[in-house]
């Protein structure tokens, strides 16, 4: 089983937002399947599974809010006996530009508190991320006001976008690993 983590924050206050760049990509990759993401009774999340390439995937988005993404995953993972190495974090990163992809096998939390929460609930740093462009922070603007507020509509065409590649990038760290995706989709 591989497991797609999308961060975000749950609520329609925070749907557009560049710090809901996870839930976005798992929603198209929802619909795109004909999924519906269900709440689930023993964990703070909605999931929804589906197969690829006869490999059992889980879309997941925490319900915790991002600062907490790690209470939700952390349980999750230890009843679903998935390995770390079988997990991929969809992440917002403002460091990035807007509609640039970079994956990971692994890496630091920076300054993203969902990362920081799922480093330190999983104990390992030691999973894949998807990292999706979203900056940069305008000079004038603080960093969380700017994460939590709608985007323009300038750069939602380039979120339309970039969600699909997104989509194209997880649905090749399912089929090929790591290492094939990174060389593909890390430009």
């Known amino acids: 089983m591989k497991i797609i983590v999308g961060l975000g924050n749950p609520g329609r206050k925070y ?12 929603n198209e990759i929802a619909r795109e399947n004909g999924l519906k993401m269900k709440k689930s009774w023993r964990f703070p999340i909605e999931s929804a599974q589906f197969s690829v390439e006869q490999q059992t995937v889980l879309l997941v988005k925490p319900q915790t809010f991002m600062n907490r993404s790690g209470d939700a995953i952390a349980p999750l993972l230890r009843k679903k006996g998935v390995a770390i190495s079988d997990v991929l974090v969809l992440v917002d990163d403002v460091e990035l530009p807007l509609g640039k992809l970079r994956l990971r096998a ?8 969902g990362l920081k929460s799922l480093i330190e609930r999983l104990g390992s740093k030691e999973f894949a991320r998807l990292r999706m462009g979203v900056g940069p922070v305008p ?7 700017y994460v939590l507020a709608k985007y323009s509509p300038e750069a939602r065409e380039q ?4 969600v699909p590649r997104a989509v194209d990038a997880v649905r090749a760290w399912v089929c090929d690993g790591v290492e094939k995706t990174m060389n593909e989709f890390n430009r």
Not at 15 to 26: K, L, Q
Not at 139 to 145: G, I, K, Q
Not at 159 to 162: K, M, P
Request: aromatic share 4%.
């Open 15 to 26: 749907e557009g937002t560049p710090h809901n760049a996870g839930f976005e990509v798992i």
């Open 159 to 162: 979120v339309r976008e970039q």
């Open 106 to 113: 692994s890496g630091s939390a920076g300054t993203h508190n």
């Open 139 to 145: 000079t004038d603007r603080e960093l969380v006001a």
